[in-house]
């Protein structure tokens, strides 16, 4: 009878194993892709939908046409990993998805990150998009409400979490068995069970729960609601004939005239912060600032300390798994809204900490830091609590066309 009970047992896993095997084929996830034909015939994504995002098998086919395309035409292709921050609002071209897509300059900025993308996000995507073309130098974008009791990272990864790009990460050969076992006892600690197959019969059956769990992850962010805190919306390029500037998809369209550009964006600064004493945009005071200040009521409430050094281990991974694969690393470090924030719990002196902890974390690692942390009291420099206006965005430009055309650092004032 135990037998027997065993035998149906078995064959019940089996069937479910099968079954999920043939979800996750439908869906086209079983290997590092996960839904990649819904992408196939859409234009290039200067920066990705939320499913394409998450289809590491998208996001490696994207890096290296772009970067194909740019040899050709003699441009740099820079990768970035940030957050919200990277989302381009509708009439801001200074922003550098917009400003540095592909043919508006000799540097092509390919922007990866959603709310939610942190620090072992990025270490986890710097490691898998690390080949032998993988970019000489790459930009890191930390947020501070990442460390900050806001951060529910157990609630949040699960739906955040890439198990194609878990995997390349994993198979890199240049990453150190050490880190990869601190990254994966990360994610379990994340609520995240991120088992790779092996080649025996248990790998098989690892391999095919892997394969159920990707065609999971794949129908949620396929279905999951339009208010689930990452924007659905990408924005696509259709290449050089997209260009407006007048500038050929060509080397010759070279650095952008910041001096022309900053004077333009200060101007539509000065007309979007026109009636409000915050330094953001008339319409996000009408329309966000109750929610902030909602949100910052419900900090004070929450225990824990101030600033999370478990954040600060994983932002230290990202810039290891850099150092690791011979990666030159730039932090942009950005401001948050001084006269906002000090209202709330991360008044001047815990803002002060935060940029320490990320400006000695990246002296220890050796990596550079394009710090605007001083313009958390500037008229013109964020449209919200925390996000980049046109000024904000032209300096992010800038920043990151100096470092991925010349390796240079640039934060000096452009007025």
């Known amino acids: 009878m135990r037998r027997t009970s065993e035998a149906r047992t078995s064959a019940r896993r089996l069937a479910f194993m099968l079954a999920g095997a ?3 084929s439908a869906l086209g996830v079983w290997g590092f892709g996960a839904a990649k034909g819904l992408d196939a015939s859409a234009p290039a994504a200067a920066y990705p939908t939320r499913a394409q995002l998450l289809d590491f098998s998208y996001i ?30 509708a009439g801001m071209p200074e922003h550098p998805v917009e400003l540095l897509a592909p043919g508006r300059s000799d540097v092509d900025v390919m922007a990866l990150g959603r709310p939610n993308c942190e620090c072992l996000w990025q270490a986890i995507e710097a490691g898998a998009l690390a080949s032998s073309d993988a970019p000489a130098r790459i ?15 157990a609630q949040e990864w699960p739906a955040t ?10 198979s890199n050969p240049r990453i150190s ?17 991120a088992r790779v197959a092996g080649s025996s019969l248990e790998g098989v059956a690892a391999g095919v729960d892997a394969a159920v769990t990707k065609g999971v992850q794949t129908a949620r962010r396929l279905f999951a609601p339009a208010g689930s805190g990452l924007p659905v919306a990408g924005v696509a390029v259709k290449g050089p004939d997209a260009v407006e500037d007048g500038r050929g998809a060509t080397s010759e369209a070279g650095e952008p005239d910041w001096s022309s550009l900053y004077a333009g964006a200060l101007a539509e600064d000065a007309r979007s912060c026109a009636s409000n004493p915050w330094g953001v945009f008339d319409t996000w005071a009408q329309e966000g600032l109750s929610d902030f200040w909602r949100r910052a009521s419900e900090w004070d409430e929450r225990d824990g300390d101030d600033l999370s050094p478990q954040e600060l281990d994983d932002f230290e991974m990202a810039l290891e798994v850099c150092r690791e694969l011979d990666i030159e690393t730039m932090v942009l470090l950005q401001p948050v809204n001084g006269r906002l924030y000090d209202r709330t719990r991360y008044g001047f002196d815990a803002r002060q900490r935060y940029y320490r902890m990320v400006r000695d974390a990246c002296g220890r690692a050796g990596a550079k830091v394009a710090d605007f942390s001083f313009h958390e009291y500037d008229e013109f420099f964020l449209r919200d609590d925390n996000h980049p ?21 640039a934060d000096d004032d452009l007025g």
């Open 22 to 24: 043939a979800l996750a």
């Open 60 to 89: 490696v086919d994207e890096y290296g046409r772009r970067a194909a395309a740019d040899a050709r035409l003699g441009a740099a292709t820079g990768l970035v990993l940030g957050s919200s921050e990277l989302y381009p609002p």
């Open 139 to 153: 930009v890191l974008i930390p947020s501070l409400i990442w460390f900050s009791v806001a951060r529910r990272p």
């Open 161 to 170: 979490f890439s198990q194609g790009a878990y995997d390349a990460f994993m």
């Open 177 to 193: 068995a050490a880190l990869k076992d601190r990254v994966t006892k990360r994610l379990a600690a994340y609520n995240v069970d």
């Open 389 to 409: 206006s046109h000024v904000g965005s032209l300096y992010y430009s800038r920043a990151l066309y100096r470092f991925f055309a010349h390796g240079e650092v």
